[in-house]
T-cell receptor
Framework: DTEVTQTPKHLVMGMTNKKSLKCEQH?????MYWYKQKAKKPPELMFV???????INESVPSRFSPECPNSSLLNLHLHALQPEDSALYLC????????????????FGPGTRLTVL | AQSVTQPDIHITVSEGASLELRCNYS??????LFWYVQSPGQGLQLLLK??????LVQGIKGFEAEFKRSQSSFNLRKPSVHWSDAAEYFC??????????FGQGTELSVKP
């Protein structure tokens, strides 16, 4: 299985809602990532988990709350979002994060298209 | 600082014509280099990667890229473009254990 899956594919939410995005991989990868991508722009890194621990937080607002309950799952909890948070949210995974000689080839999921009204 | 530049925001080529997408990087050591492709509304798919060794790298879908250290470039090429190649292409550099740094992307359109 060389796939990263993301659910839901599309999500529409109001600014007062609480919702969650889910990401799953069964490649035995121990690093998982959340990216935000606006139209016609490259992905922007939000969070990185390494061995189920938060390793990098790119100064993301607290209305985004990541969670890594096990080595295969990564969630992104959303609360009190703003319309400007509407974007494609991509999950990715890679074998490991930190070694001297490893590469960080990342495998991406198809994304969740989020619209905040 | 590490950075990636894709000078061409948008390129249009005719179907069957050759393609070259440019990528220049700034990085202190030998970088890990990647090309990803993204179809509209989809995630990113890895086309090819360079870590070391042979500077001409073969990828999927008939793409290849050449690493030129002297020019800090990693240009993507394809000898004959198909209509299905129309997509957004991202070059990225990835230091060991670090985060990927993407270029701004090049949108490829293919004329019939």
């Amino acid at each position: 299985d060389t796939e990263v899956t993301q659910t839901p594919k599309h999500l529409v939410m109001g600014m007062t809602n609480k919702k969650s995005l889910k990401c799953e991989q069964h490649m035995g990868h121990r690093a998982m990532y959340w990216y935000k991508q606006k139209a016609k722009k490259p992905p922007e890194l939000m969070f990185v988990y390494s061995y189920e621990k938060l390793s990098i937080n790119e100064s993301v607002p607290s209305r985004f709350s990541p969670e890594c309950p096990n080595s295969s799952l990564l969630n992104l909890h959303l609360h009190a979002l703003q319309p400007e948070d509407s974007a494609l949210y991509l999950c990715a995974s890679s074998q490991v994060l930190v070694t001297q000689s490893s590469y960080n080839e990342q495998f991406f999921g198809p994304g969740t298209r989020l619209t905040v009204l | 600082a590490q950075s990636v530049t894709q000078p061409d925001i948008h390129i249009t080529v005719s179907e069957g014509a050759s393609l070259e997408l440019r990528c220049n990087y700034s990085y202190g050591a030998t970088p890990y280099l990647f090309w990803y492709v993204q179809s509209p509304g989809q995630g990113l798919q890895l086309l090819l990667k360079y870590f070391s060794g042979d500077t001409l790298v073969q990828g999927i879908k008939g793409f290849e890229a050449e690493f030129k250290r002297s020019q800090s470039s990693f240009n993507l090429r394809k000898p004959s473009v198909h209509w299905s190649d129309a997509a957004e292409y991202f070059c990225a550099v990835g230091p060991p254990g670090g985060k990927l740094i993407f270029g701004q992307g090049t949108e490829l359109s293919v004329k019939p």
